[in-house]
Structures are given as C-alpha cells and as structure tokens.
C-alpha cells in the first residue's frame, strides 16, 4: 500500500463512531505563553510535490482553523513559540466473538428432576479491521523538547467523496484538540 493509501485511510475515521482521543503535556510549561507556531518543513526532494498532498492540506487547514480559534497565530518557523508536526499510523486489531445459544427445555436430561439441557449451539466469529490514529506533536522551538502531544483514534471506514474526508478530518482533529492548552488539575 503506497503511502498516500495509508495517509488516506489512517484519516477516514468514522463519523458515525466515538473517536478515541488522549493528550500529555509537560506540565512545567505555561501554554498561556504560547501564541505563535509554524509546521514543521518536511524535507522532500521535490519540494512542489506531496504523495500525500490531499491529506497533508486537509490535516494542516483543520488544525490552523483549530489553534487559531485557540488564539495562536500562524507565522514563521524562526520565530514562531512552537512548532507542530503531525504523523499518522495504521494497526491491524482482531475481534472475536462467541455467542452460545440454548434452545428449548427437556425435563428427562440433565440432573434432577425437571432441568435439563436443551439444544446448545456455538457460534465463533473473527473480524480484522483497522484503526487509524492521527498524532500531533508540538515542540518548544526555543529548547527543542516536546511540551505537548494529542492523539485521535477510529476505526477506519471509506469514505468516498472527498467532501467526506474533508469532514472527517475536521471532526477528528477538532475532538484532537479540544483539550488543548492543558488546564493543569486544581486550577
């Protein structure tokens, strides 16, 4: 599966299903301070051309609408407080489940009078499906270190308009960040 296929698909989280989201920070950090950030650039040989450039821009465009809801104001990677990169990956999970039935009632099997056992039927089945998980980092630019980082999980679904897509990534990424800045505990 070619990288764009991957991008795609670790992104088509469900709308129909609850995202899975969790986020630690360094709790030393004053978020109140962080007002600025840039992407990180990534380094590419042919710098016009991304395998993965529908997903990059609707990844990039949800979370710029986000942190500038946030207050923080996009500029440049020099002066910016932070910078913010995301990666995605794709795990392979297995379901497994057994129903057992019991039909009808015999009163001259089983011990003592009136309970017995009826007619009993098992039924295995095992499922494979995906999950997609979207990771977003934000790196203090001043000391290199990583104050915070959010993480969004789904089981992956197709999705066939790019209008859909558009959505998904929207939802995954707005549920991405809506913990963010950090409220430490007791405050």
Same mark, same amino acid.
């Given at each position: 599966?070619?990288?764009?296929? *991957?991008?795609? /698909?670790?992104?088509?989280?469900?709308?129909?299903?609850?995202?899975?989201?969790?986020?630690? &920070?360094?709790?030393?950090?004053?978020?109140?301070?962080?007002?600025?950030?840039?992407?990180?650039?990534?380094?590419?040989?042919?710098?016009?051309?991304?395998?993965?450039?529908?997903?990059?821009?609707? =990844?990039?465009? /949800?979370?710029?609408?986000?942190?500038?809801?946030?207050?923080?104001?996009?500029?440049?990677?020099?002066?910016?407080?932070?910078?913010?990169?995301?990666?995605?990956? =794709?795990?392979?999970?297995?379901?497994?489940?057994?129903?057992?039935?019991?039909? $009808?009632?015999?009163?001259? &099997?089983?011990?003592?009078?009136?309970?017995? $056992?009826?007619?009993?039927?098992?039924?295995?089945?095992?499922?494979? &499906?995906? *999950?997609?998980?979207?990771?977003?980092?934000?790196?203090?630019?001043?000391?290199?270190?990583?104050?915070?980082?959010?993480? *969004?999980?789904?089981?992956?679904?197709?999705?066939?308009?790019?209008?859909?897509?558009?959505? =998904?990534?929207?939802?995954?990424?707005?549920?991405?960040?809506?913990? &963010?800045?950090?409220?430490?505990?007791?405050?």
């Amino acid at each position: 599966m070619n990288k764009l296929l *991957v991008i795609i /698909a670790a992104l088509a989280l469900s709308a129909c299903s609850s995202l899975k989201t969790s986020s630690d &920070y360094d709790p030393g950090v004053n978020f109140n301070e962080v007002k600025t950030y840039a992407w990180v650039q990534k380094k590419t040989e042919d710098a016009t051309y991304h395998l993965d450039g529908l997903m990059d821009q609707r =990844v990039r465009k /949800a979370v710029d609408d986000q942190l500038q809801l946030k207050g923080l104001t996009k500029g440049d990677a020099a002066t910016a407080d932070i910078l913010v990169n995301y990666l995605t990956k =794709v795990d392979k999970k297995i379901n497994v489940d057994t129903f057992n039935t019991n039909y $009808g009632y015999n009163p001259y &099997y089983g011990p003592g009078w009136g309970w017995g $056992g009826g007619v009993g039927h098992t039924q295995t089945t095992v499922r494979e &499906y995906e *999950v997609g998980t979207l990771i977003l980092d934000m790196v203090n630019t001043k000391t290199g270190k990583l104050i915070w980082r959010g993480s *969004v999980a789904d089981t992956m679904r197709d999705k066939d308009t790019p209008e859909e897509r558009v959505e =998904v990534v929207n939802e995954a990424v707005g549920a991405l960040l809506l913990n &963010y800045p950090p409220k430490p505990e007791g405050k």
